[in-house]
């Protein structure tokens, strides 16, 4: 499928970043705009196709970045034909790992960790490292884990590619990092700073803004789905992807054979595949007629009801992870079912916050789903498994 600007960006502004106001939202990407999954998929797999036409021989480990990116990262590998290891980097810090710090100097939140058990060998087994993001500015967020990796595991050669669905650096910069050994792939060019100035005014309307305190704890309908894979650390992307199947078959059973018109399946922060898989799953299976996914964010974004400004309402919320973060889900309305989908097994007030600005648009049907992890402190080297 051929892409354009106007099917892979909105411009939106910032809530009080100075350094960089403007944002790029992409309505195909199931974050921030609710999409159906399909729509997501189809994007993911025609980014795919480039980078196994690019690298038809070499096994790979792909990287995808928190928080935005995650999801995406992992639907463009459900379609790589040579990948052999996955792993998101991550923003939730546990003190039983050890991280690889760096930052990402423009962004709401400018520490980021990749977990590094099982990664020196990772990269002794594999031919190349891809390093998927939603949109590449400068690069330098991606360079810097790459610096890192590199110095860490001495490893000056490694070949490395920076794969995003947008790229808006210089011909200039490109053309430097590529003399170092990185290599780019994209759907789409992005000149730099594109029509930023159209959103440049666009003012802080408290009347699209809910500040959710709900003060009180929600009962709802709960499954949990036990699972040994946490994409935090390095997998087996196959291995992965069975479990995300077998997850979408758990919750369908859940949801027992009631056919819905519409569904909502709601991610949380960097746990976005899983809702990709499960939507992609009741749709194919014709268990809904509409599906829409997307998932709560760390990013503060001004909501508008200005014409063809992609967000029209903003939900302040407390973090299912943290009750001491703000985090933020937009455009909500009303469907037939809700199914919240989260790895925080935390029962904290951030879940009655979700629950409330669902419920205050009308919604009363609402599942929460849990992916809880076990063997958690099992050495991800062990379980890398061979290599085909």
């Known amino acids: 499928m051929q892409y354009s600007i106007e099917n892979l960006v909105r411009l939106a502004k910032r809530d009080n970043n ?90 709401h939140a400018t520490e980021q960790m990749l977990r590094v058990a099982g990664v020196r060998e990772c990269i002794r087994r594999v031919n190349r490292v891809i390093f998927i993001d939603d949109e590449v500015t400068t690069g330098s967020t991606i360079c810097k884990l790459i610096n890192v990796i590199k110095e860490k595991y001495d490893e000056p050669n490694l070949r490395c590619s920076i794969v995003s669905i947008l790229n808006s650096m210089p011909k200039e910069r490109i053309n430097l990092l590529k003399k170092k050994g990185i290599d ?20 802080y309307d408290e009347s699209k803004d809910t500040v959710i305190e709900s003060g009180r704890v929600d009962e709802v309908d709960e499954i949990e789905f036990l699972s040994d894979t946490n994409a935090r650390n390095i997998l087996n992307f196959k291995k992965y992807d069975e479990e995300n199947k077998r997850f979408a078959d758990f919750v369908k059973n859940a949801l027992r054979s009631k056919y819905y018109r519409d569904v909502l399946i709601l991610g949380t922060e960097e746990f976005m595949y899983p809702a990709f898989c499960l939507g992609d799953f009741l749709l194919k299976g014709n268990r809904v007629k509409e599906v829409r996914v997307h998932a709560t964010t760390r990013s503060p974004i001004i909501a508008s009801g200005l014409v063809n400004y992609p967000l029209f309402s903003r939900y302040c919320i407390k973090s299912l992870y943290d009750d001491s973060r703000v985090t933020y889900v937009y455009n909500l309305r009303e469907y037939e079912k809700v199914v919240i989908v989260t790895d925080a097994l935390n029962r904290n007030s951030g879940v009655s916050d979700l629950l409330h600005a669902l419920k205050s648009v009308g919604n009363k049907d609402i599942i929460l789903t849990r992916w809880h992890y076990i063997n958690e402190n099992a050495n991800p080297p062990a379980v890398l498994g061979r290599i085909e």
Not at 70 to 77: E, W
Not at 184 to 203: A, G, H, R, T
């Open 18 to 107: 100075l350094l960089r106001p403007y944002l790029y939202i992409n309505p195909l990407q199931g974050k921030h705009i609710p999409t159906n999954p399909k729509d997501v998929m189809d994007m993911c797999r025609t980014l795919a196709k480039m980078v196994n036409a690019a690298y038809p021989d070499d096994k790979l480990y792909v990287i995808g970045f928190a928080e935005t990116a995650t999801g995406i990262a992992a639907a463009v590998s459900h379609y790589l034909s040579k990948i052999v290891y996955y792993q998101n980097t991550t923003r939730e810090y546990r003190e039983d790992e050890e991280y690889l710090f760096f930052t990402e100097s423009h962004s």
């Open 184 to 203: 780019f792939l994209y759907l789409m060019e992005l000149p730099f700073e594109y029509k930023i100035n159209s959103i440049m005014d666009v003012e």
